[in-house]
Nanobody
Framework: QVQLVESGGAAVQAGGSLRLSCAAS????????MGWFRQAPGKEREFVAA???????????DSADFVKGRFTTSRDNAKNTVYLQMNSLKPEDTAVYFC????????????????WGQGTQVTVSS
């Protein structure tokens, strides 16, 4: 099994940037499709971005008002770490951000992923 630990969350002002990290242990991230989700208070966990098995294909939440063009996910197999670069942050990006792993082809739903980190808090003030 793979264990995941997120880091990099912080409190920032609107317009700022953060890079979240998801460090994996136990198995190589190259064996998994890796996803990022977020959950704001009182809301359901929502898909942000994912990078498919082997790192061959990356996709993002399909909404112009959401993260498209502002967030980028990448992976460093040598460091066994996945990243979420977040730019032009908005107050509505405030949430706990989770990384997740799936030994299959990834997906857009939380139920597609078997392994989860504990989350890291991102707070964006206006």
């Amino acid at each position: 099994q793979v264990q995941l630990v997120e880091s990099g969350g912080a409190a920032v002002q609107a317009g700022g940037s953060l890079r979240l990290s998801c460090a994996a242990s136990g198995r190589s991230v190259n064996r998994y499709s890796m996803g990022w989700f977020r959950q704001a208070p009182g809301k359901e966990r929502e898909f942000v971005a994912a990078n498919r098995f082997g790192g061959g294909y990356t996709y993002y939440a399909d909404s112009a008002d959401f993260v498209k063009g502002r967030f980028t996910t990448s992976r460093d197999n040598a460091k066994n770490t996945v990243y979420l670069q977040m730019n032009s942050l908005k107050p509505e990006d405030t949430a706990v951000y989770f990384c997740a792993a799936n030994s299959g082809g990834g997906g857009l739903k939380a139920s597609d992923y078997a392994y989860w980190g504990q989350g890291t808090q991102v707070t964006v003030s206006s």
